[in-house]
């Protein structure tokens, strides 16, 4: 498989905040969810990937090319879109395209208009009229209108409301169909991912915890729920544990491997798949206070 | 560079028509006064301002970072769009000069007007490409009144030579300004290429 993107060892940071040793690749026509809770350093990855941000330390190549060094020619074959896209507001679609397009060698001026139709946007409305789904959908349409084979998305679904979230998804879904196209998006939404991503990088605090398809993701994370005093974190277990929540009712623990964790359970400890709402929720959870 | 420059005058092809259109009407009404002289260098700074306050207010600078331009050449556009609305400005005033009745400007006045608003983009630039538009921060404001004391004296340095006092005997006075001016543009040139690719967002 052919990696477009590669992300190695980037470290950067703020006062108050690390992002550490983050390290994953994406391979050409896949789609990868970059996910974590709010403040995890998503936007930060993305900002470092277009060089919005320099890194401190690591190593960034899009389509096997340094992120620097050749800036121009990666920017030109990259869609790139904000999680609130902006626009001269005053503009309609058709005067902001002008603008645009002469930057693109590649610039398809009969897919641009076949994308508005398709998008349901009127070229001639000014961008200040529409609202935050049209504009998230205006920025997709000119991402895609150049030809460019990786497309990287900000936090596309936040704020959309539930019917433009599933259409953005399907048309996201739609992009990768001739395997010629891939898509890294950022989200704290699970089931966004649940929908499109076939490989997940979350990102806690700054640092990986996983970066590995979405179907081995689900494979080896579990869930063990049992009363109180019915567990022991000690042992086998230990090993796997990648969080716990305690509360008035039992214990949940999150695994990363289920069926090494399902051997040493005893009786009437129920032991199952997690969601990927689990694996967000309860990674790191109680692990600190231990 | 020239699609960035287009860019800007696409934008501000509005606002542009308006002054020259104003401008015309204000120079025919106050012909005799030397007021009307000056208006081309409010027009620049006027539309520089529009075409920065644009960008800023809609938060345009990471987005067109995010398009396959070089920041180099995001940097030398703006300056070149500067120079061009600058010379264009000062281009209409001699030029109204001329026609309308009254004191012809001296294209020596229209040169150092021309030097000394230079110079204060020379200073500016730099500024606006390390921090931006917005004066929020302190240190950006104590740099902005540095900034005003720094263009009132260059300002002071034009309307001397505009007059011709003191250096009117000075031979050659223009060619040695032109060489200092050069210098000073292409140091500030430089230096905001270097605030912004360092720029982040």
Redesign the interface.
């Known amino acids: 498989m052919e990696t477009i993107l590669e992300v190695k060892s980037v470290g950067r940071s703020y006062p108050g905040f690390d992002l550490k040793d983050i390290s994953f690749s994406l391979p050409r026509g896949f789609i990868m969810g970059l996910i974590g809770p709010n403040g995890a350093g998503k936007t930060t990855i993305i ?1 470092l990937i ?5 890194k401190n330390n690591g190593e960034i190549r899009v389509f096997g090319l340094d992120h620097i060094k050749n ?3 990666i ?2 074959r ?1 869609g ?1 879109v ?1 999680d609130t896209p ?4 005053h503009l309609n679609l058709l005067q902001m395209k ?3 397009a ?3 060698k590649t610039w398809d001026d009969g897919k641009f208009k076949s994308l508005l139709r398709n998008f349901d946007l009127p070229p001639r409305k000014k961008i200040k009229t529409l609202s935050r789904g049209m504009k998230m959908k205006f920025a997709l349409a000119l991402a895609l209108s150049h030809e460019a084979e990786l497309i990287i998305m900000d936090e596309p679904t936040s704020g959309l409301d539930p019917v433009f979230r599933r259409e953005l998804l399907d048309i996201l879904h739609g992009l990768i169909e001739n395997e010629q196209k891939s898509v890294l998006f950022s989200t704290h939404i699970t089931s966004d991912l649940d929908r499109v991503a076939d490989f997940i990088t979350f990102i806690n605090r700054g640092e990986l915890v996983f970066s590995d398809s979405k179907e081995q993701i689900l494979e080896s994370y579990g869930v063990i729920r049992a009363g109180k005093n019915k567990i022991s974190m000690s042992g086998g277990l230990a090993r796997h544990v990648r969080g716990y929540r305690e509360s008035e009712f039992g214990i949940e623990i999150l695994t990363n491997d289920l069926a090494a964790s399902k051997d040493i359970l005893i009786e009437g400890v129920v032991a199952e798949r997690a969601s990927l709402e689990d694996i967000i929720f309860l990674t790191g959870k109680g692990l600190k206070e231990k | 560079m020239i ?1 960035l420059i287009i ?1 800007d005058f ?2 501000l092809r509005g606002a542009m028509f308006i002054w020259i259109v104003a401008y015309i009407g204000f120079y025919v009404i106050n012909s005799s006064s030397a007021l009307p002289r000056f208006v081309p260098v409010f027009m620049v700074f006027f539309l520089l301002a529009s075409a920065l306050a ?1 960008d800023d207010r ?3 600078d ?2 067109f ?6 920041r180099s050449t995001m940097v030398m556009a703006r300056y070149a769009f500067s120079f061009l609305i600058m010379f264009a400005g000062l281009l209409l005033s001699w030029l109204a000069s001329r026609v309308v009745p009254g004191q012809p400007l001296s294209l020596r006045a229209v040169f150092a007007t021309f030097a000394g608003a230079a110079f204060f983009l020379a200073l500016f630039f730099p500024l606006h490409f390390r921090f931006g538009f917005r004066l929020e921060d302190e240190p950006l404001k104590i740099l902005g009144a540095l900034l005003a004391v720094a263009a009132g004296l260059f300002g002071l340095v034009a309307l001397i030579l505009r007059a011709g006092i003191q250096f009117s005997e000075i031979h050659h006075l223009e060619i040695y300004l032109v060489l200092v001016m050069t210098g000073v543009v292409t140091f500030s040139i430089l230096l905001s290429i270097a605030f912004f690719r ?1 720029r ?2």
Do not use: D, G, H, Q
Request: hydrophobic share 40%.
């Open positions: 900002k277009m060089n919005l941000l320099r800036e121009v020619e920017k030109s990259i790139f904000y902006t626009f001269y507001e002008a603008i645009i002469p930057f693109y | 699609r860019k696409y934008l644009l809609n938060n345009l990471p987005f970072c995010s398009l396959p331009l070089k360092r982040e967002w």
